[in-house]
């Protein structure tokens, strides 16, 4: 006889188990309220998103018996099929699925986890904030969350211009401030450090807090405007909590060329970083191409969200199954 495992058993309590199925009755009977339909749409594509900050998990799949298998991909997040669907009319939509990182585990991280993400035709990104606002008052008992601007976050917490410093300047704050000793990184590879360094952890200690208008190069699939300020910024945002990123919202893009553009730089970044390339999702860019109407979008981490709720410290607690008992 085998010798049994010893961690077979779930690794968190039957009242996180319990307080999940709550959680995502709340979610459901929230979204119902106003009219928004729940979905459901394919884990396995043929392409995946081409950010070079996210590695996908591949899986070969034959689509017939004794057929070629073909490389697919396990989806980072549902949002291409589903502007899809948005295109094709569907209208106000949400899904509440698992998602696929490949390289994160953590305290806050799992290469499986769940997430809720939702598109409404018609809201501008403030009016999705506001949804947003809503939600987090429903789940979490929050008030009003506190809008700061991605340029004043690294002014207050960093004493630093991110729109303005040079990139000589970038790389010694990383060197001083994060203890950074690794390859020389771009300009928003720094950023992203001295953000996840230097900021983030200061974020929503007192009050939920709104961080908008990223730079433009960080816009990923939202549209770009002008600042008040003058510079060139994403119609985004990110919702933390606790230090924590719970949310990233966008006002979405919908001009194809514009979407494919993004595809090619995208890998154009992967070449130089000796990253696999990513192939454009035509399906996408076709839809795209049809009409995607004008709309905001947002992810939302459920068990990050799930973490807050219950006070806990790791995402295993949280987990029936996390990876090392996968």
Not at 33 to 59: F, G, I, K, M, Y
Not at 279 to 293: R, V
Request: net charge negative; with cysteine; glycine share 6%.
């Amino acid at each position: 006889m085998n010798e049994l495992v010893s961690n077979w058993q779930s690794g968190c309590s039957r009242s996180a188990i319990k307080a999940r199925a709550e959680l995502y009755a709340l979610i459901r009977a929230f979204f119902l309220q106003r009219d928004v339909l729940e979905v459901e749409t394919p884990l396995l594509s043929r392409s995946s998103a081409s950010d070079p900050h996210l590695e996908s998990v591949t899986a070969p799949v034959r689509y017939q018996v004794g057929g070629e298998a073909h490389l697919c991909y396990l989806h980072t997040s549902p949002e291409f099929p589903m502007k899809r669907l948005l295109a094709s009319g569907s209208g106000a939509i949400y899904q509440i699925c698992k998602t696929f990182r490949n390289g994160e585990t953590g305290p806050r991280h799992n290469p499986e986890f769940s997430m809720l993400e939702w598109y409404r035709p018609g809201f501008q990104l403030s009016d999705l904030m506001q949804e947003v606002e809503a939600l987090m008052a429903l789940v979490l008992g929050l008030g009003e969350i506190q809008v700061l601007s991605y340029r004043n976050a690294f002014l207050k917490y960093l004493n630093l211009d991110p729109f303005n410093i040079s990139l000589e300047v970038l790389a010694a704050c990383a060197r001083n401030t994060a203890a950074y000793q690794g390859p020389a990184l771009d300009r928003d590879g720094y950023l992203n450090l001295l953000l996840s360094v230097g900021v983030e952890p200061h974020l929503g200690r007192e009050q939920a807090v709104f961080l908008t208008e990223y730079p433009a190069s960080q816009a990923s699939l939202a549209k770009i405007v002008t600042s008040d300020s003058g510079h060139a910024v994403a119609q985004r945002f990110e919702l933390y909590l606790h230090g924590i990123e719970l949310a990233n919202g966008y006002l979405e893009l919908t001009d194809a060329e514009e979407q494919r553009k993004r595809f090619e730089q995208d890998n154009f970044v992967r070449q130089t970083l000796q990253l696999p390339e990513i192939p454009p999702d035509e399906y996408l860019l076709s839809a795209l191409q049809h009409g995607l109407p004008e709309c905001s979008g947002v992810a939302l981490g459920l068990d990050r969200l799930l973490m807050i709720k219950l006070g806990v410290s790791s995402i295993s607690e949280v987990l029936a199954f996390p990876i090392d008992r996968a």
